[in-house]
Nanobody, 125 residues
Framework: QVQLVESGGGLVQAGGSLRLSCAAS????????MGWFRQAPGKERETVAA????????YYADSVKGRFTISRDNAKNTVYLQMNSLKPEDTAVYYC??????????????????WGQGTQVTVSS
């Protein structure tokens, strides 16, 4: 099990940028594939981006492709989500999640084991 703490959310105008961080506890961060998810009021949770254990494979939802970038620093036990050209429809609570896996290059859009508490992102028009 890994504990996850997100940070970096806030209020930003449309077209602006934010960088979310997710710090993980423990010494086995590199054993986990990571993902970012979001949930807006009244909507289902959406997979935003995912990254493999080594960071060499990534996935993006069509809605954020070309605007968001997921990355990780295994030495710092942290995964990031750089969000550019933000739109009002990006407004949601953003969560990071971890999945313990033996596969170095696999990415996952579901089946995560551990979740952070979430950070609010609000984009004003």
């Amino acid at each position: 099990q890994v504990q996850l703490v997100e940070s970096g959310g806030g209020l930003v105008q449309a077209g602006g940028s934010l960088r979310l961080s997710c710090a993980a506890s423990g010494r086995t961060f590199s054993s986990y594939a990571m993902g970012w998810f979001r949930q807006a009021p009244g909507k289902e949770r959406e997979t935003v981006a995912a990254i493999s254990r080594r960071g060499n494979n990534t996935y993006y939802a069509d809605s954020v492709k070309g605007r968001f970038t997921i990355s990780r620093d295994n030495a710092k036990n942290t995964v990031y989500l750089q969000m550019n050209s933000l739109k009002p429809e990006d407004t949601a609570v953003y969560y990071c999640a971890a999945k313990n896996t033996g596969y170095l290059g696999r990415i996952y859009t579901e089946g995560y084991d551990d979740w952070g508490q979430g950070t609010q992102v609000t984009v004003s028009s």
